[in-house]
């Protein structure tokens, strides 16, 4: 395609995306439209994966305007959809691209409507300065740009090639904001206090040095996640003296979690047949996996995670356990609503869930955005309806 038809054909793409997008609720503000419509999405995303959609093991098609025609690549580019960019952490032969499989993506330029949603929710205002961790691709570094001018926008990849490639694309439009290669959780120091911080990666709990670098009445917006899911979008006002507060805004965003705290290769000690006590219980393993109680238990046993497998006698039983402490809880169904639970180590995850789960039934069992986070110098805590209701610490 001539350049100047590729030109064309992409900002008639952008028009169609920002229309998408504020047609949905995630776009609100002509600012953040302006920015949607003039940032070209598509000079981040040379190359880059799809996932395809479908039952079995998830894969990825390569994706670049030699491999599919220029038409098809840039249609692709401005579709509101995730689009992975590495995996394993291990650059792409792009002279020899293949369908990927059996792999985790760890650099993507993320779904359009979600970059945006979180851009309206960090509630920005001209001349604002914003510190964003996780450049990726650079799109949404360069939508900041656009919007604050580059003086205002540092920004830090933890992964060396996604930043030099970031940084190239980020030139290349024009773009010249203070990027670092350095692991975002130490944030940086330099011009701070920023007014904003946003995280377009998952972490375990607000690092203190996120909290330090914002100004006081600032807002930070992050995904907060553990080992078996993601807890979801956070926005924090900071209050000084390294503290911050606020609600989840919203239960859905699964980013991936910061390379630091990517869950230990090994699950932990799998208990032999007569470890532990065993008791009955209401509470089945479908607490883990449903939407709201699996927050619940995410929040509960922020070091566990959990598999079902046969013993030799052919009986199923779901494994809970803690990485850290090597405490475990194996839940096998005896009847219909019947469970037993079997429990050892230093704490009963199962317990731990069960009084949980009976606070957030007494307060009506509200969604994730029901539950709130306070971050002090000394701890960090999820708490339910209120700052003083039922809370849960994170982890380190
Ligand atoms: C979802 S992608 C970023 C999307 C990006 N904002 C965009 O628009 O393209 C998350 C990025 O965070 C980076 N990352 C992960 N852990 C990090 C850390 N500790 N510090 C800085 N960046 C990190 C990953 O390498 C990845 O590039």
């Given at each position: ?6 030109n064309?054909t992409?900002?008639k ?6 229309a ?7 776009l ?31 894969s ?5 305007s030699?491999l ?5 690549w840039l249609t692709?580019a401005?579709?509101?959809?995730t ?6 952490g ?10 990927v ?5 760890t650099?993507s330029?993320?779904l ?26 650079g799109?949404?570094?360069?939508l900041l740009?656009?919007r ?17 490639r970031?940084?190239?694309a980020?030139?290349?439009c ?11 959780r ?13 995280a ?10 996120w ?10 917006v ?6 078996m ?12 003296d390294?503290r ?7 239960a ?7 390379r630091?705290?990517?869950?230990p ?14 008791r ?23 070091n566990?995670r959990?598999f079902?497998?046969r013993?030799d006698?052919?009986?199923e ?6 990485a850290?402490?090597d ?6 169904q ?14 009963a ?6 009084e ?18 306070s ?6 805590r ?6 003083d209701?039922p809370s849960?610490?994170l982890?380190?």
């Open positions: 395609m001539p350049p100047d038809d590729l064309i992409a900002a793409l952008r028009q169609q995306l920002a998408q997008l504020a047609a949905g609720d995630s609100r503000s002509p600012q953040w439209r302006t920015a949607v419509e003039d940032v070209p999405r598509h000079e981040f995303l040379r190359q880059f994966y799809t996932e395809n959609l479908g039952p079995g093991v998830t990825w098609t390569p994706i670049s030699e599919v025609g220029a038409a098809e692709i401005y579709s509101d959809q689009l992975v960019t590495q995996f394993d291990r650059p792409l032969d792009w002279n020899d691209p293949n369908p499989s059996n792999a985790n993506p650099s330029s993320t359009p409507s979600l970059v945006v949603r979180m851009l309206e929710d960090l509630d920005v205002h001209d001349d604002m300065t914003v510190l964003e961790l996780g450049t990726g691709t799109y949404s570094t360069a740009c656009h604050l001018g580059d003086k205002n926008v540092t920004s830090i990849e933890t992964d060396r090639d996604v930043a030099d970031a940084r190239i980020l030139a290349s024009g773009y010249y904001p203070r990027l670092l290669t350095e692991d975002g130490h944030g940086y120091a330099g011009p701070s206090p920023y007014d904003r911080t946003i377009t990666y998952g972490v375990r709990s607000v690092p203190a040095a909290v330090k670098q914002t100004r006081p009445g600032g807002l930070i992050t995904t907060l996640r553990g080992w899911r993601s807890l979801g979008l956070v926005r924090l006002t900071v209050d000084g390294g911050a507060e606020g609600p989840f805004i919203a859905d965003p699964s980013f991936m979690i910061a630091q705290q990517a869950a290769a090994n699950m932990g000690m799998i208990p032999a047949p007569d470890d532990g006590k065993t009955e219980t209401t509470l089945g393993r479908e607490a883990l996996s449903m939407p709201d109680s699996g927050f619940v238990a995410q929040v509960v046993m922020p566990a959990h079902t497998m013993d006698s052919g009986i039983s779901t494994y809970v356990l803690d850290e402490n405490s475990f809880a194996v839940l096998t005896q009847g219909d609503d019947t469970w037993t639970v079997r429990q050892g180590g230093p704490s995850l199962w317990d731990d869930l069960e949980a789960i009976s606070l957030w039934h007494a307060a009506d069992s509200p969604p994730p955005t029901g539950f709130g986070v971050v002090t110098p000394d701890d960090q999820v708490w339910l309806g209120s700052p209701g849960w610490t982890p380190k």
